[in-house]
T-cell receptor, first 113, second 113 residues
Framework: AQSVSQHNHHVILSEAASLELGCNYS??????LFWYVQYPGQHLQLLLK??????LVKGIKGFEAEFIKSKFSFNLRKPSVQWSDTAEYFC???????????FGKGNQVVVIP | DAMVIQNPRYQVTQFGKPVTLSCSQT?????MYWYQQKSSQAPKLLFH???????NEADTPDNFQSRRPNTSFCFLDIRSPGLGDAAMYLC????????????FGPGTRLTVT
């Protein structure tokens, strides 16, 4: 079964700072990769996804993630955060052809105005 | 427009008293999922329905059951809730079972007294 690791569970940063959240997975085969975001009081929603093709994926709200197969990583980045980016961010993985998501524990990100 | 709806948003039940959580969707998706998310932990897949075909995860306790009477509705039944079953329960849907985005509901927070 696949598993996902996210480090630095709590991240606090100021507006305009850059954000990078690490995600590593363990699975021997081909995978699909996702980042989901949960804003305070709201449901989980998709930020971006990687199925195949260009390993640099651009998502909503200026976020991007890079799939590095050799490192089993799918790190999330945003060059300049805003207060509205305060949320919990979850990395998730499914085996290719299968939608059974395995989530990481999440990163709680707080952006200070 | 709500796409995946969960009722109630908060549920309190007594130790050992059966409880049912409900999920409905307006997306006409084939697949519906139930996840359990305990405090400070990753969401964990309990089971899913592909149309009427039920698929249980190997480590889902027998105490948890599910019903899907039609495309739009799916229920999570906890036959004898224990204190350890207190969690957020998330419902999600997807069009297909492979390589597809999942859409999440807001969750039901279950408290067991």
């Amino acid at each position: 079964a696949q598993s996902v690791s996210q480090h630095n569970h709590h991240v606090i940063l100021s507006e305009a700072a850059s954000l990078e959240l690490g995600c590593n997975y363990s699975y021997g085969g081909t995978v699909n990769l996702f980042w989901y975001v949960q804003y305070p009081g709201q449901h989980l929603q998709l930020l971006l996804k990687y199925f195949s093709g260009d390993p640099l994926v651009k998502g909503i709200k200026g976020f991007e993630a890079e799939f590095i197969k050799s490192k089993f990583s799918f790190n999330l980045r945003k060059p300049s955060v805003q207060w509205s980016d305060t949320a919990e961010y979850f990395c998730a993985v499914t085996p290719y052809g299968n939608n059974r998501l395995a989530f990481g524990k999440g990163n709680q990100v707080v952006v200070i105005p | 427009d709500a796409m995946v709806i969960q009722n109630p948003r908060y549920q309190v039940t007594q130790f050992g008293k059966p409880v049912t959580l409900s999920c409905s969707q307006t997306l006409n998706h084939n697949v519906m999922y139930w996840y359990q998310q305990k405090s400070s932990q990753a969401p964990k897949l309990l089971f899913h329905y592909y149309d009427k075909d039920f698929n249980n995860e190997a480590d889902t306790p027998d105490n948890f059951q599910s019903r899907r009477p039609n495309t739009s509705f799916c229920f999570l039944d906890i036959r004898s809730p224990g204190l350890g079953d207190a969690a957020m329960y998330l419902c999600a849907t997807s069009r297909a079972m492979g390589d597809d985005e999942q859409y999440f509901g807001p969750g039901t927070r279950l408290t067991v007294t």
